[in-house]
């Protein structure tokens, strides 16, 4: 699986990011699916760190990485950045901050990202929260938002809509065989989905604030 970064321990009671014991919780769901705006409400009452696979994607982008070019391509397509890279991204991440709690947001894709990511940091999910979304509704809120975003374009929208439904849905798939996937309906206004989201977070955390 090329370069392995820092492999990871296991230890008996969680998982470990080099000595780091951490929670990571998995955020998937189609694009538009509402994953960032619900991880900013999850950040906030819950106190875990939101990292975002395509903000640290498109942020290595932006720093004239020599991977730049090649991530910029994929977006533009909807494809799936190669593994060691987002998992780089990942791993750095989680490293250069205190917290132990951490939203993956948008990863992993596809069974390759699931597969390697787990094996590099030896981290398991504690759950995977999904949010459940019909693809009209998706399909209108990308494109009624305007973030200046290269793949918030129709074109660019049904290949990323294409990628979902065939590489991400049976990693949703695996995590739900596990007993490991709580369901969100994604449809309703932000405001109802988050009641949802909480009811998840809250057996797991005592409110913090
Ligand atoms: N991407 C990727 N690997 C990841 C996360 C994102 O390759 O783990 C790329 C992919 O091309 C994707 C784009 O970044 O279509 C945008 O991802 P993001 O999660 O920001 O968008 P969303 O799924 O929320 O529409
Ligand atoms: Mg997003």
Redesign the pocket.
Known sequence: MGTVVDSGKKEANGSSLSEKKVTVVFVL?????G??TQCTNIVEHFGYTHL????L??AEKESGSENGTM?QN??K?????PSEV?IKLLQRAMQANNNDKFLI?????NEE?RAAFESVTGIEPEFVLFFDCSEVVMERR?LGRNQG?A?DNID?IRK?FK??MESTLPVIEYYNSKGKVRKIDAEKPVEEVFEAVKSVFTPLHEKVA
């Open positions: 769901g189609g694009p538009g699916s994953k960032g975002s696979a395509g903000d994607l498109r991530i994929m977006i397509e909807g494809k799936i950045v987002t947001d948008g990863f992993p894709r990202n990308l975003r793949d660019t990323r990628v979902y």
